[in-house]
């Protein structure tokens, strides 16, 4: 049996990107590198992160944005909060917009041990 220590020296949403991936695809990969990086941008920048996203190009046209966070708040991992006054009004805008609360991520740098 051995033992490996691995240093990482992330950028934050990388750091966040790294997480969600050891959580989510630890076992059979369920989300491309696209979907964790639109993950980790909701995580980082909340309501902001569609602007973030196109500005950062990650993706270039807005429609995407939109179809990807619909994606994947259908498939769970993201949850909107919907605004009181959409909601009275039949309209789906939203307040605010977050990971889900299960996938629950550190900001604290941690120590990743990895038996083979």
């Given at each position: 049996?051995?033992?490996?220590?691995?240093?990482?020296?992330?950028?934050?949403?990388?750091?966040?990107?790294?997480?969600?991936?050891?959580?989510?695809?630890?076992?059979q990969?369920?989300?491309?590198?696209?979907?964790?990086?639109?993950?980790?941008?909701v995580?980082?920048?909340?309501?902001?992160?569609?602007?973030?996203?196109?500005?950062?190009?990650?993706?270039?046209?807005?429609?995407?944005?939109?179809n990807?966070?619909?994606?994947?708040?259908?498939?769970?991992?993201?949850?909107?909060?919907?605004?009181?006054?959409?909601?009275?009004?039949?309209?789906?805008?939203?307040?605010?917009?977050?990971?889900?609360?299960?996938?629950?991520?550190?900001?604290?740098?941690?120590?990743?041990?990895?038996?083979?």
């Amino acid at each position: 049996m051995k033992k490996f220590k691995r240093d990482y020296k992330l950028p934050k949403v990388e750091f966040i990107k790294f997480q969600l991936d050891q959580t989510i695809n630890h076992s059979q990969k369920l989300l491309n590198d696209t979907e964790l990086t639109i993950l980790a941008y909701v995580h980082c920048y909340g309501m902001d992160c569609k602007d973030r996203l196109f500005n950062d190009r990650i993706l270039t046209n807005v429609n995407s944005i939109i179809n990807y966070l619909s994606k994947l708040t259908i498939r769970g991992y993201i949850v909107k909060e919907v605004a009181f006054e959409a909601e009275h009004r039949g309209k789906k805008g939203y307040s605010d917009i977050s990971l889900n609360p299960n996938l629950q991520m550190t900001e604290e740098d941690f120590i990743q041990v990895s038996i083979v």
